[in-house]
C-alpha cells in the first residue's frame, strides 16, 4: 500500500512530465530543433520558458538560476529522452 503523499508526489512528477512534453512538442520542437539539434532544454511547463545547454547540467543550472523556486522537465532538443544508456560486452574465451 502505498502513502498519499507518495501518491502526491508521483502525480505531480508524472503532471510535470506531461506538460513538459506537451510544451516541447506543441510549441518548442519547430523552433528549437533546427538549430540546437542535440543540446538540451530545461523547461518550466507553467510559464513555457526554456533554457539551453550543451550539457544538462548547463541547462538547468540556468534554468535554476532565472527561476530558483521552480521545477522543470529536461530533454534533449531532437531526441526522444534526454540520456542513453549503452555499452558493449567482450566476450572472454
Same mark, same amino acid.
Given at each position: 500500500?502505498?502513502?498519499?503523499?507518495?501518491? !502526491?508526489?508521483?502525480?505531480?512528477? !508524472?503532471?510535470?512530465?506531461? $506538460?513538459?512534453?506537451?510544451?516541447? &512538442?506543441? $510549441?518548442?520542437?519547430?523552433?528549437?530543433?533546427?538549430?540546437?539539434?542535440?543540446?538540451?532544454?530545461?523547461?518550466?511547463?507553467?510559464?513555457? $520558458?526554456?533554457?539551453?545547454?550543451?550539457?544538462?547540467?548547463?541547462?538547468?543550472?540556468?534554468?535554476? &538560476?532565472?527561476?530558483? !523556486?521552480?521545477?522543470?522537465?529536461?530533454?534533449?532538443? &531532437?531526441?526522444?529522452?534526454?540520456?542513453?544508456?549503452?555499452?558493449?560486452?567482450? $566476450?572472454?574465451?
Amino acid at each position: 500500500m502505498s502513502s498519499p503523499l507518495k501518491s !502526491n508526489t508521483e502525480a505531480a512528477k !508524472n503532471d510535470l512530465v506531461a $506538460r513538459g512534453k506537451d510544451t516541447y &512538442g506543441a $510549441r518548442l520542437a519547430l523552433i528549437l530543433e533546427p538549430s540546437h539539434d542535440g543540446e538540451f532544454v530545461a523547461i518550466e511547463p507553467e510559464s513555457g $520558458r526554456y533554457f539551453l545547454g550543451s550539457t544538462a547540467s548547463a541547462a538547468l543550472v540556468a534554468a535554476h &538560476g532565472a527561476m530558483p !523556486n521552480k521545477l522543470f522537465y529536461l530533454t534533449r532538443v &531532437g531526441r526522444e529522452t534526454a540520456h542513453s544508456f549503452g555499452g558493449h560486452s567482450t $566476450r572472454i574465451a
